[in-house]
């Protein structure tokens, strides 16, 4: 399947999921396609939910996540921790596993299969809504990193569509609880998607440059994300574009 194609039918499935089991069927047939070892999605919080970490969406083998509950490792584990604070992805290799607790729960994490290297995407969603969304590979590094670099942009998409679908199915969100994006909003972020760049949408919107800026930066604000593509990609996710 070629890469956008691939991209395009994963995306079609995730939306056309009608329940979270079918979703998290999805998600295991999504991470055939980009022949990966495993995805996750676990939502670290949400504002329609009580408790921490309501929802937990995975293809991990069920013994390791019996055991990453029983034991509480959401506590330990160091890509949650640092996944929850930031904004950018938070590649394995980097998150400071190498030595204490955190290197004897990677490698029991490894003895299950659950992958040599991985990437974390934390997503932030509307009314305080947060997930981490991981990748993980068993694949030799060189082809790691060459899959890092050709499909970041389209895991970036994946997991605002995953997180997005999963609140809607759970319960924990509601259509009124979507973000409101004025005509402007929404006209230079549709024509970002497609390419077009702040000096081009200021010509065919007849408005600034500094304008444009301003219109992406209020969306990026009202969409809880923190760089433009992730704006778009939220903005896709949720139908508004």
Known sequence: MLSSSRFFYCLDRISASPTLQDLETTLDEVRHIYAISHMVLHVTRSAGATDSNPLLMLTYPPEWVEQYRDRDYFSIDPVVRLGRRGFLPVEWSASGWDSGRAYGFFKEAMAFGVGRQGVTLPVRGPQGERSLFTVTSNHPDAYWRQFRMDSMRDLQF??????????VLSGMRKVADLPRLSRRELQCLEMTANGLLAKQICARLSISVSAVQLYL???RRKLTVATTSEAVARATA???I
């Not at 994946?158 to 609140?167: F, G, K, P, S, T």
Request: glycine share 0%; hydrophobic share 55%.
């Open 158 to 167: 994946l997991a605002h569509h995953l997180h997005d679908r999963a609140m």
């Open 238 to 240: 949720l139908e508004l």
């Open 217 to 219: 930066a209020s969306a």
